[in-house]
């Protein structure tokens, strides 16, 4: 046990060093650099090198990187270079709750949504409510996010003045307050998921329902609920679990669109502001968060399986 | 399951499939068809853009700006450059069809190589490979376009190796799962006995049982390519205006969109019916082709 | 005061009257209100502020230390912390530059000078602004490390004299030069008030920590979220601030901003999408302030290199933008047509005559076809047009809209998006054929036109050389007589725009949204969004 939880915690560790690796060069390898861009109107060559001198980007490359990740690994993620934010203060303490409250909230409603309507699609399969629910879903994955949340802007938030449509209030300090505002960025980033789900509790519940113990526990005399629900449910937990853990980078995707369009200073809108800016700092920051998120959940994911279906055993 | 073949490990109880005739499939299957001829129908208008469209896709009606649907001359509207909507859905098909099926095939190309590799070579370089696959897949494919894009410069093309560099991770992890079920199953273990050569053994016996469930990703993946190069429209980096890209109108219509909704909604449609038909389309494909089902019937 | 009144013929200089042009809703009403509050408000009381502002923030805030940034959206904010020794006002007629910090400002010759400050003024950590910090905060511009992007403008000072607590004495190398406009000029803000104790406690992290004397102080400053401000209840001016705390919420979506704003869930916003212009001013909630500001817009050319080394295909390029359909076409009609730099807000010297006159640069394609006949390549010509999107207020579309008009005189443009890095860096070094810029300038026809078309200065992206302009410019510089400062111009202006480097397109509107019930607000046509006299009904 103790070789397997130290292969993992060495396999995650290389993992995100590849990944630190790339993203640093990658951003390198961009063109310009954050100075250029923050002297804006006020640019001159002198402030320039000056600016860069101060911040140490002049240095060569091999070195910026060993000192940021020296410093990274001691706790010491650094600041921005213009506006002097506390990269770990606005990564991890600022941004990335706002980014999990999305998510968490995002995936809530798509299984709320998702599962009820992919069972009814399954228990009245080949009915005009199967053809319903498909339909419905597949029209929440067709529309971009970001035309689908202004959309839902202009007619909730604007025309029937429903919901809120920007900002976040935390759901810790005010639960009701931080539901209600995620109520349309949730809905928005949820619908990929909601899809999802809808479909493959359908396949997965059209399948269990023809299988031996179904027709065994009806035969007991259960009530259809408690087949449909209790046995029949039982079978989509599995892909359920799986899916959170892989399309865990699309979520993240979702988030920088979402985020952007209802004003929530997100982890996504992060990345994406700061891969435009060559904020290098802040960049590796936020790639360390998600991968290491995306990491972390596709461990539990895996140690999950045992649990949820007997049948598999822990791989290496 | 749909949308995560191969995602999984493979249930180790494989229903029974019943076996179909073929020829009925379309009459058996009437929205797999009626999609498949949704879908035809956007291979052609693309096809034959300069055929049906009435404008040329990039002329500006300065006198026309803005124009609402079934204005004279201008079925759709038109844009607030004055430019027919109709022309550029009908063009902008090109660019969608042609940026799913340009960034899926990279991704599906690199993804095959990559995970064939992971899942072949074993031992450390497995190990090796698995990792690299891990990292690409920790990144979200959004930002990882976003900084190709920022180190190739802007355009179609750069869209196109962009995006289809950030679905080479999920493609491989897809090819990989397989192919260690493959692998692990009896017949290539046979066939290594018999002593026929590496090569035709992955040859022979593991591509193909690959190839099916990529193919079936293709059709998904094909949406997610289109939609993550609208995103990066809005983000403003991704196809150059005026390109009548579909993923451009919508970015450029969402400003206008509390009054003009036409100018973002009416390329949204169609993207969104493209989506709609090839989602379907691809499900009909899996459930009749899928190998993983039919080696449970045979 | 001497015989001459320097002060006056400075302020003559200066002056930028608008002349009459309709400024929007509400304006001159709050004028008129902040005068007399200000007036009624017993001496030593303390206002009593109530309200909380909430303000989209459009645009990217770089840093909030005054003497670092580079952006004018980080001023708007900067302006409600700080103040400087001038400020600018507006009273609806005309520009002034207007003591602040200072209580009298007096130039003993053409070349100093002397600021008596304002008695108790404290700075927000409770130190006093006083003659030694004014000079530290100038130092800290012309010579601090790291070298700060606005130490340019105080090039010509010379010396900073106290003469005791409260009174400095600057002098410079040269009469006048463009000092005031060094001081307040909007995207400058080179003689804006730091504290130097918390200059010396926080460093380069001053920017995340301001310490000013201005109406409202600096609370918060959340990445990419929110800047809160709340009322300095000891800030100078009697009665003000008004309002208790301002936050100003960083919106990076404008459509999803004028949503909220429709949804009363903003109050103001820091600029205003030109395509939505229509329904804000529909819409009984919302209030549109602005005009045409000290700007212009224009589509370089890089005179470096091939084809637009070519003084004809350039002449050519100018003649051929049709400005009208533009105007329509990108601004959605909130702009005016540019026909040289020099904008109408500087009266002085804007030529109002120039529609008609024939000078600067008009649309007219059969000229255009005329010097198109003449340039040296007569095959097609593939010319790189650099984009992108976040570069100004309409994004991609002038080059849209220029590339069919190019196409007419045989110019093919290869339209190419690039993402802002990018572009600035392309810019900065000259890697490009064409690009289009909005240009915000002072309100100075020095700073309009010298810095940014010099021989070898970092502003000239098209690489253009030309000792006439150069000269023309310098002599300007310390001449007084109004008349015959501006027939130099106006000469200076000929020569640039007949040898086009740039093709001018237009003067723009600025705007700031302000829901209906917030009053009070002082509009100034230098793109500020000055707070203290702002109260929510």
Redesign the interface.
Known sequence: MFRFIAGKVF?TL??LF??SV??FT??K???GDPIEIALGNEYSEEAHQDMLAELGLDRPVVEQYVTWLADFVRGDWGTSYTARADIFTYAFVEALPVTLTLAVFALGLAILIGVPLGVLSAVKKDTLWD?GSA?FA??G???????LG??LI?VFG?KFAMFPVMGFVAPWEDFWGGLYHMVLPAFTLSTYFM??IV??TR??LV?AL??PYIAAARARGEPGWRVVWVHGVRNIL??LV??IG??L??L??GA??TE?VFSLPGA?QM??NA??NREYGIVQAG?MM??TL??LVNLAVDLA?PILDP??RPSR | ????DG???AP?TV?PVRRRRRLTMFVRRP?FTLALLVAAGFVVSAAFAPVFAPWDP?Y?D?GA?MAPPATAGHLLGTD???QDILSRILFGARYALGIGLGAVAIGALGGLVLGMAAGLAGGRTEWVLM??V??I????????A??????L???VDKVIYAVGVALIGPFA?TVRADVMQVRAQLFVEAAGLMGLAWLTVVWRHILPNVVYPLAVQVTIRI??AI??S??LS?????????TPDW?LM??EG??????A?WM?GMP?AA???L??AL??VGDGIREEFDPKMQRGGS | MTEVDHRKILAERLAAKLGRRTVLKGMAASAGMAAAGGLLMPKGARAQQSGHLRVAALNHIDTLDPHFTGFLSAIQVINNIHNGLLKITYDGEAVRFEPDLAETWDLIDDKTHVFKLREGVMFHDGTPCDAEAVKASLLRVKEGEPTSPHAWKLELLDTIEILDPLTVRLTFSTPYAFFPVAMTGSTGRAGTIVSPAAVEKYGTDYGRNPVGTGPFKFVSWRENDRIELEANPDYFEEGLPKLERVTFVIMNE??SA??AMFAGQIDAMTDC?Y??V??ITANPRTELYGDVEGNYTYVAMNTRRAPFDDINLRRAVAAAIDRE?LL??AYFGNAIQAYSPISPPMTDFYDPEIAASGRGQHFDLTKAKEWRAKAANQGEITVNYMM???SGPT???I???V??MLAQIGIKAN????????WVKRRNSGDFDMFDFLWSADLDPDETLYPEFKTGGAWNFPGWESAKFDDLCKQAQVILDVEERRKLYYEAEDILMDEAPIAIVAHIKVYKVLAANVEGFQYVPADLLNLHTVSLA
């Not at chain 1, 994955?141 to 035309?147: K, Y």
């Not at chain 2, 897949?137 to 990882?144: R, V």
């Open positions: 396999q290389f993992v590849l990944v790339a993203s990658l951003l390898l961009a063109p053809a339909a597949l029209t994955t067709a529309f971009p996010s970001f035309f202004i959309v202009w604007v899809a999802m479909r493959l396949a997965n399948e023809e299988s599995m892909p799986t899916i892989l399309q980078g699309v993240l995707q920088v669109l952007t996504g990345i994406t891969v435009l790639i998600t991968a995306f990491v399986y049948r598999l | 399951m749909t949308l995560l995602a999984t490990p180790a229903p929205f990039t500006q300065i700006m607030s450059y004055g990792r690299i891990d990292s897949l920790a990144l979200p494919s959004l930002i990882l976003v900084a190709f894009i920022a180190i410069g802007q355009g992890r949406s997610e939609l993550v609208s995103s809005f983000l403003g980096i991704g196809v150059t205006p005026p993923g919508i970015s969402r400003a206008f969109v509390s009054f909704p973002a949204g993207l969104a019916i989506l709609i989602s379907i | 404008p459509s004028v949503a999408p395509q939505l229509p329904q359909t329509k076409q992108s999107e976040t994004g991609t579309r080059a849209q809209g590339a069919p339209l190419e998006l690039i993402e802002a890095a990018n």
